[in-house]
């Protein structure tokens, strides 16, 4: 059965609120709050984007390289591997420029988390039951405590205790949560109690039940994420689908969408995900799917005026539509917004009609009506 554990029974609170529009419609769970860097995890804080670098610490400029991308993408942190000695010296170094919080992932060796805690590491992301005993969880516990540094918990299905996976007949739900408990409860009986917990399958529904169930027993903030999820359309549609379900039940304090892809695709996949459900602010595109009505090579004016969005951060509605039918309307909804019809468009500004330009010109001419709204 799964469990629970005094350092992480759910406290009585008020619930915290996050808005932004569209609103969203539930109210998030109230968690503890723990500190990554600048980032606050949890508590009410806006539901934090992290991604992982994909090469070798010892990699250093490339790692950097990455880390500066997915921040350009709008990531608030980041995760790393460091499975070796030299991977620590590396992320040392990383550690000095990376203009975001770090993370560092460690498995098996004590020795490699104490010294990234001491090379500035923001978190730690261990797994309580393969670093070595009790002893070492300790000595790992005091460096983190010792730096202010949280350490997140993470249970993947593919790596379930046997003794939990034979009680509990494989990794089923109930599994993965007691497995998450036994995690959370090594750490407590050290005196640690900053922690942040993940629950991973690579499947949505098994993810989505033992998120669930933890949730219910426990006030600690929950990372989100589809472990595995794939490559391409596929493990997008499935982060987005799992992620989607548990953030709009309010469950979910920091996110990381997996894609075999560079990890900045994650972190677009990520905000994408959280503009949707109305967690994160900015501008939203709405762009009509076009049908034989359109008139007009409409996908480049769309595409033109994503990429000038994205260096725009003010919450804003902009659309771009196909033709006189519709898009009028929906471009009168907007706070800008364009209607296409032959070789022309009519633009929009907060439902009035302001002038009509060729199409050529129509994205250019909507994020000059744009740049100067956020500028308000
Ligand atoms: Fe078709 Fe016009 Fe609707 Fe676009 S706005 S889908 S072109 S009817």
């Known amino acids: 059965m799964c469990s629970t554990s005094s350092s992480s029974i759910r406290r009585d609170k008020p619930h915290a609120t996050h808005s932004s529009p569209p609103p969203s419609r539930r109210t998030r769970r109230a968690t503890r709050a723990v500190k990554v860097g600048g980032v606050q995890i949890g508590d009410g804080a806006p539901v934090s984007v992290q991604s992982m670098t994909k090469c070798p610490t010892t990699a250093v400029n490339e790692v950097l390289a ?60 261990i797994n309580p039951g393969n670093i070595g005993g009790p002893d070492r969880l300790a000595a790992v516990a005091e460096a983190a405590r010792d730096r202010g540094i949280p350490i997140r918990v993470g249970v993947n299905a593919g790596s379930l205790e046997a003794d939990l996976a034979g009680a509990h007949g494989g990794p089923t739900p109930a599994a993965l949560c007691e497995s998450a408990f036994r995690s959370i409860g090594l750490l407590a009986e050290v005196g640690f109690h900053d922690v942040v917990v993940s629950i991973k399958a690579s499947d ?77 602010g900015g501008p939203r595109l709405v762009s009509c799917p076009t049908c034989g009505r359109c008139k007009v090579d409409l996908r480049p004016v769309a595409e033109a005026v994503r990429e000038g969005l994205r260096a725009i951060t003010t919450d804003l509605t902009v659309a771009v539509m196909g033709c006189e039918v519709n898009g009028p309307g929906e471009a009168k909804e907007a706070d800008a917004g364009l209607a296409a019809g032959g070789g022309k468009a009519v633009l929009f500004l907060r439902g009035e009609k302001l002038h009509t330009v060729p199409i050529g010109r129509a994205a250019e001419a909507l994020l000059a009506e744009v740049r100067k709204l956020a500028e308000e």
């Not at 997915?70 to 991977?87: C, E, H, M, S």
């Not at 027993?217 to 379900?245: K, M, N, Q």
């Not at 894609?259 to 503009?275: C, D």
């Open 66 to 125: 990455q880390i500066d991308a997915t921040r350009a993408a709008g990531a608030d942190l980041v995760r790393l591997a460091v499975p070796t000695a030299k991977a620590l010296t590396g992320f040392a170094e990383i550690k000095r420029r990376s203009p975001l919080p770090l993370v560092a992932d460690i498995h098996f060796d004590h020795r490699l988390a104490i010294g990234a805690a001491e090379a500035g590491a923001d978190k730690l992301r």
């Open 204 to 280: 949505v529904t098994r993810t989505v039940e033992a998120n669930r169930l933890l949730a219910e027993r426990s006030d600690l903030p929950l990372h989100l994420g589809i472990t595995e999820a794939g490559f391409g359309l596929a493990g997008i549609v499935g982060s987005a689908a799992g992620l989607g379900i548990l953030l709009d039940e309010g469950i979910g304090d920091t996110i990381r969408v997996s894609l075999t892809e560079p990890p900045e695709r994650e972190v677009e996949v990520g905000i994408e995900v959280l503009k949707a459900l109305g967690l994160r």
